[in-house]
């Protein structure tokens, strides 16, 4: 048994998992989560417009966390839960600072940081895509943690540019 495939096999399950616990409270209301409806109201109070696109999607990148936690998809799971960290970061956590205790940015930065090390590392010997011959180079996985900021970046700009726009409006 090779130490590090078991290492990066503990990882995939921590952050897969905890990712996809997520979600399924948002998704389903589970361990006490606000569910579906309650979730796209949370997500249209945020600013984000239309809420009806950004909560499933929201749902989406967590939920993915299953994958993550079999290594299937392991590059494109992992820039997607970058994204999510990103914006979990950038809309609820940072202006509490870092500590997880009042609210910061702590945990969810961990989390997305976990997830770019999968991106970059590969999921391990102990998963699907091994076991398929899935396998991505390195300058592709750099560029998909890229995207992955990236796109959690826009993902927080664009609600202010709608809301500004509906603002104008009159909405």
């Not at 999607?57 to 998809?73: F, K, M, P």
């Not at 940072?94 to 770019?116: C, D, I, S, V």
């Not at 999921?123 to 390195?138: C, E, I, Q, R």
Request: net charge neutral.
């Amino acid at each position: 048994m090779d130490a590090t495939d078991l290492g990066l096999l503990i990882l995939r399950v921590a952050i897969g998992g905890t990712m996809f616990a997520h979600g399924a409270q948002k998704a389903w209301g589970w361990s006490g989560g606000p569910g579906y409806d309650a979730w796209r109201g949370a997500v249209k109070g945020m600013g984000f417009r239309p809420a009806s696109v950004f909560a499933p999607l929201s749902i989406a990148a967590e939920l993915s966390g299953a994958l993550l936690v079999l290594g299937l998809l392991t590059p494109l799971v992992g820039a997607l839960i970058v994204a999510q960290a990103v914006v979990i970061i950038g809309k609820a956590h940072l202006p509490q600072g870092f500590w997880n205790t009042r609210g910061g940015y702590e945990y969810p930065l961990a989390l997305g940081a976990g997830a770019a090390s999968l991106v970059l590392t590969g999921p391990g010997a102990y998963s699907l895509d091994a076991a398929l011959g899935f396998a991505l180079g390195a300058e592709v996985r750099i560029a998909l943690v890229l995207l992955g900021i990236v796109a959690g970046l826009a993902a927080l700009a664009y609600p202010q540019v709608v809301s500004d726009r509906e603002e104008a409006a009159g909405a």
